[in-house]
């Protein structure tokens, strides 16, 4: 029950930091995106408690515990690098080409 709160909690409190910053910043906000960032969430969270659960499983079996503890922390570390980069691309700075003029 504690993996389903933390779910909730997680996505409720970064999906509504994505809404906001998208609507300030843009005027709207994507759905897709949005959906994408809230399996981020959600996958972020479970790998956390892979980890945590890891750590009790290592107690009865050492080699399910650590590949576990693998498991969660690889799935930690993609979906934060995505939610992170999902966050950089709303506030990124649109650049204008400039246009070189040719030496006659």
């Known amino acids: 029950m504690n993996l389903i709160i ?3 909690i997680g996505t409720f409190g970064i999906s509504t930091a994505y809404f906001a910053c998208a609507t300030f910043k843009h005027g709207l906000c994507d759905m897709g995106k949005m959906f994408n960032l809230l399996v981020l969430i959600g996958s972020l969270v479970t790998g956390i408690y892979l980890c945590i659960h ?3 499983l290592a107690i009865a079996s050492l080699a399910d515990g650590a590949w576990l503890g ?3 922390t690889l799935l ?3 979906s934060t690098q995505h939610v992170i980069t999902m966050f950089r691309e709303l506030f990124a700075k649109e650049v204008t080409p400039t246009k ?3 030496d006659h």
């Open 6 to 8: 933390g779910i909730v």
């Open 54 to 56: 890891a750590v009790e």
């Open 70 to 72: 693998v498991a969660g």
């Open 76 to 78: 930690v570390w993609f």
């Open 100 to 102: 070189l003029e040719a």
